[in-house]
């Protein structure tokens, strides 16, 4: 079972101003995977806090970490900078293959600064802040999570077989 963590990135819902749709997608589809939710947490738009909640989550195991929010052009979307600021090791494929999905969809793709790396053993994956860009973007990395994760944990076999 991978255990997830979510962190919302939002200066209104952290004040209770706006209700936060995208960590409820980010569950709906955990618990359709057959994952198990450890965290969930909303945060405002400041790399500190971000940077501490991604921290935090890394250090209780969490397998993968998932942010949504604050990864576009706005002055105060500095989600990208917080994971980039804690992680060990970059994942570029994750972002990359979402951009490349989501840009069939809307050439605002073109505006996501979403990053994916490595902290210890868990993986952390910057997602959009709309539900249906989270939807759209956990789509597409959906199939190579357990993998990842399985390599994480050095319980992986050889990816040049069939099976893997």
């Known amino acids: 079972m991978i255990r997830v963590g979510i962190i919302t990135v939002s200066d209104r819902s952290s004040r209770g101003e706006r209700e936060d749709l995208s960590g409820p997608e980010i569950r709906r589809w955990a618990e359709r995977m057959g994952h198990s939710v450890e965290a969930e947490s909303i945060v405002p738009d400041e790399r500190e806090r971000i940077q501490a909640e991604l921290i935090a989550y890394a250090s209780r195991g969490i397998d993968l970490i998932l942010t949504t929010g604050g990864t576009g052009f706005a ?79 050095g319980r992986a076999g050889d990816c040049g077989t069939p099976n893997c």
């Open 75 to 153: 002055p105060r979307d500095v989600t990208p900078e917080a994971t980039l600021a804690v992680i060990d090791r970059a994942a570029p494929g994750f972002a990359e293959a979402m951009r490349h999905r989501s840009l069939a969809i809307t050439p605002h793709a073109m505006l996501s600064r979403a990053v994916a790396g490595i902290r210890g053993a868990s993986m952390i994956v910057n997602l959009p802040g709309s539900p249906k860009a989270v939807r759209e973007n956990l789509e597409v990395i959906e199939k190579a999570v357990p993998h990842a994760v399985e390599l994480l944990r």
